[in-house]
């Protein structure tokens, strides 16, 4: 009996005629294209089990590569269930990161280098995050956001795995001022002691990359360790990744890359697709075997998927197919309003008999927190992949609750320190540092009233207290409603959007967010409860992984699940695709446009049988644009043919009038370059002891000393504050006062 007989026996899979070329295909490079759906795990395994079985290789001459931890024990598993029956040796099956790591130790070892990893483990103080932020605090005099950080930490992630020379540093897209400067700064920081270097994740792969390239010992030992090395989910892999692969590979080159270019969809952390489009030129003898048969979805589903990633022109033409029957139509919902969608998605998870066989999938974390309040309401069990609490710790959240906190005790300075310029009671710096010093016990706004800046400020200070006072006994959706409207938070919200280049859109969205879950609980103390518990229950929804619950996910996590209902929600423009997606376009650069497309493409093909794109009209009262994808969708299915993007003008003219930018998991490729003012002082000449001069975060101050590295400025409301010159020219941050 043949070896694929003999599977189909035993497996009860037979392979079709593409999959058992791709498994024969043993010597050379070979390139696997495949679509989703189309077995390329079963594949690969089979391809491991015949280089065992038929070509009598010895397991530990394999090596297969894997992008994730979930991928490697996915395959070692699936390898098992196949050929336990017929061997007992055991492939290596590891991530990239893991088996770089071994080559690397292995060399330190060797060479007595010590060592100290700073990534995974929080809380010490030589961890990536804590270096990264106090570099960035020596660079630009101040603290970073958790914003910022995570912008930071993308860029230099990102140029790592790019392997971006110094010199292009600059060029990579970034809103954060110096980021080349704090990169290199970390750069040396982390190699300052070369006997006991400091390694985060991205070094491990750089340095395995320059030890198989520069030893020639450790290289030839890892060259001669293995005949064979596959690659499953090669799309995702970095510049680095794909080097440290190559170099494993010669001088045979028996290389097996398994891949689908259309869904390539981390590019914002280094994936780079090309080397999968350039295959032939860095192998001239490189096979490419396409398998486009689709054993997952629906007739339906994998047509209309088909067609919609042919939009974009910079992929592999391949056309996906399946002899699976036809199925039900695609379902497009356009609801009038975000919160009919919320309750739609609520009721159909309810009515659902087999949840676990439902997935809810949306671009940003953002679109999961009132969802799982709702669930949560109704009682209704769920898992989340890849949990992120981070709502429950943005600042706007933590401003809210102080206001609150106040609200109990007007004598808190310490609170009122962490507000008083998100308020409109004109309150200086100077007023808090004097409350701090003062052992006064009365309220703050009493005690400001005795020191008042300016007679205006009296009847502010009043209104300011009386208002705080009064949300103690409202419900807490009244409340927030005081803090935004009266007590001139919103306004603040506005004010820091347009200095730090933030996206008001999602600020003012989150505190919306958070007058939502609001809804309907009785006091503060409720409130406070609730999101302590949503996070809580957000965190602990991991324990139900295999109950018969439904699973919320990002579009980005959801790489290699299927299940047989997919929603996909808040499909609009602004959201899928971004500002940023959107704008590129229009200005003629569509690759971030592509990934968006690729994007909601991995979304689609996620469903066996049932696929229901959700979108609506209104949010929080603004009218907002259906996501130009649905209505490549509509018509696909309408059998029209799909021209231009249909862009949203309205989301496109709004990116232009207020100048901000999206946030997505992208963050260091989406945030806005904030706008240089006209008047901005760009020479050194105009700035003096003494000049008035207005800041784009901190307003007025004055310079009080000035060299030709720094200058020091006292400002009205925060103090005395230092910057590096150059950046505050070029970046245009001070402007003169006008008299
Ligand atoms: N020749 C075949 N005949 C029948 N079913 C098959 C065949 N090959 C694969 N399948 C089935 O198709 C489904 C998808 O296979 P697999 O999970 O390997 O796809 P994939 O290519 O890894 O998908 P994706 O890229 O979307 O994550 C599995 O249920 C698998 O058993």
Redesign the pocket.
């Known amino acids: 009996m043949n070896f694929f007989d003999k599977m189909h026996e035993l497996t009860n ?4 005629e593409v ?1 058992k070329q791709a498994v024969r295909y043993a010597d050379g490079p070979l390139l696997l294209l ?11 395994n089979m391809k491991i089990g015949y280089l065992m079985l038929v070509k009598k290789v010895p397991a530990s001459k394999i090596l297969a590569i894997t992008f994730s931890k979930a991928s490697a024990s996915d395959m070692e598993a699936r390898f098992e269930q196949f050929f336990h029956t017929l061997t007992m040796e055991r492939v290596q099956f590891s991530t990239i990161h893991s088996f770089a790591f071994k080559i690397v130790r292995e060399y330190f070892r060797m060479n007595s280098i010590n060592y100290q990893l700073i990534e995974g483990e929080k809380g010490s103080y030589l961890h990536k995050r804590n270096i990264i932020r106090t570099i960035f605090i020596e660079h630009r005099k101040i603290a970073p956001t958790e914003d910022e950080m995570d912008e930071l930490l993308s860029y230099i992630s990102f140029a790592k795995n790019k392997m971006v020379s110094d010199t292009e540093l600059g060029k990579i897209d970034c809103s954060i001022g110096e980021a080349a400067k704090i990169y290199k700064a970390y750069d040396t920081f982390k190699k300052q002691n070369p006997q006991n270097l400091l390694v985060d994740f991205d070094d491990m792969l750089t340095y395995c990359y320059e030890i198989l390239r520069d030893d020639t010992v450790v290289r030839h030992k890892y060259q001669q360790l293995y005949d064979y090395v596959l690659t499953d989910e090669s799309q995702d892999n970095s510049v680095v990744q794909h080097e440290i692969v190559q170099i494993l590979a010669a001088p045979q080159n028996n290389l097996c890359v398994v891949a ?1 270019d259309d ?1 390539s969809i981390f590019m914002w952390r280094g994936a780079d697709v090309s080397r999968l489009l350039n295959f032939q030129t860095i192998y001239a003898n490189g096979k490419i075997v396409t ?1 486009a ?4 979805s629906t007739k339906e589903i994998v047509d209309t998927a088909n067609q919609f990633i042919k939009r974009n022109k910079n992929r592999y033409d391949k056309t996906m197919f399946t002899e699976n029957p036809q199925g039900k139509k695609i379902e497009i919902r356009n609801m009038r309003r975000f919160d009919l969608q919320l309750n739609y998605l609520v009721d159909e998870i309810q009515k659902a008999t087999t949840p676990k066989e439902m997935i809810v999938l949306y671009r940003n974390n953002a679109s999961a927190i009132r969802l799982i309040d709702q669930l949560e309401k109704k009682d209704i069990p769920f898992y989340m992949k890849d949990v992120d609490v981070k709502f429950f710790r943005h600042w706007i959240v933590e401003d809210v609750l102080n206001f609150m906190r106040l609200s109990y005790n007007d004598s808190r300075v310490d609170i009122l320190e962490k507000i008083y310029p998100k308020m409109n009671a004109y309150i200086k710096k100077a007023q808090i540092t004097q409350l701090l010093a003062s052992n006064d016990q009365s309220s703050c706004f009493d005690q400001l009233q005795k020191n008042i800046h300016a007679p205006y400020q009296e009847q502010a200070l009043r209104k300011a207290k009386k208002l705080i006072k009064s949300i103690n006994s409202m419900a807490p959706q009244e409340a927030i409603d005081v803090i935004r409207k009266q007590l001139g938070y919103d306004k603040s919200l506005k004010n820091v959007a347009e200095r730090l280049g933030f996206n008001e859109e999602h600020l003012l969205s989150t505190i919306s967010q958070l007058e939502h879950l609001s809804e309907g609980l009785p006091n503060l103390e409720a409130f406070a409860q609730r999101l302590k518990d949503l996070e809580e229950i957000m965190q602990t929804s991991r324990f139900n992984k295999n109950e018969n619950v439904v699973t919320l996910s990002t579009l980005h996590s959801s ?4 299940f047989d209902c997919v929603y996909m929600i808040d499909l609009i423009d602004g959201i899928i695709p971004s500002k940023e997606d959107m704008k590129d376009f229009k200005e003629g650069n569509s690759e971030k446009m592509d990934e968006a497309v690729r994007l909601f493409y ?1 979304g689609m ?2 469903a066996r049988h049932h696929l229901e794109l959700l979108t609506y009209t209104m949010k929080d009262e603004e009218s907002v644009s259906p996501s130009a994808f649905i209505d490549d969708v509509k018509k696909i299915m309408l059998g029209e043919a799909v021209g231009e993007l249909q862009l949203s003008d309205k989301v496109l003219k709004d990116e232009v009038v207020r100048s901000k930018s999206v946030v997505t998991n992208k963050s260091y490729q989406t945030k806005k370059v904030r706008d240089i003012p006209k008047d901005a002082i760009k020479s050194r000449d105009e700035l003096q002891r003494g000049t008035v001069v207005l800041h784009q975060v901190y307003d007025q101050g004055y310079v009080k000393q000035i060299n030709d590295e720094e200058i020091e400025i006292i400002f009205d409301h925060y103090g005395a504050k230092k910057f590096m010159l150059e950046f505050c020219l070029k970046q245009g941050m001070l402007r003169p006062l006008k008299k």
Do not use: H, W
């Open positions: 899979v037979r392979l079709n999959q495949a679509s989703p759906g189309s077995g390329k795990t079963t594949t690969l689908d869904q398998m048969q689709n054993y997952r790489k290699g699940l299927e991995v093909t996620r």
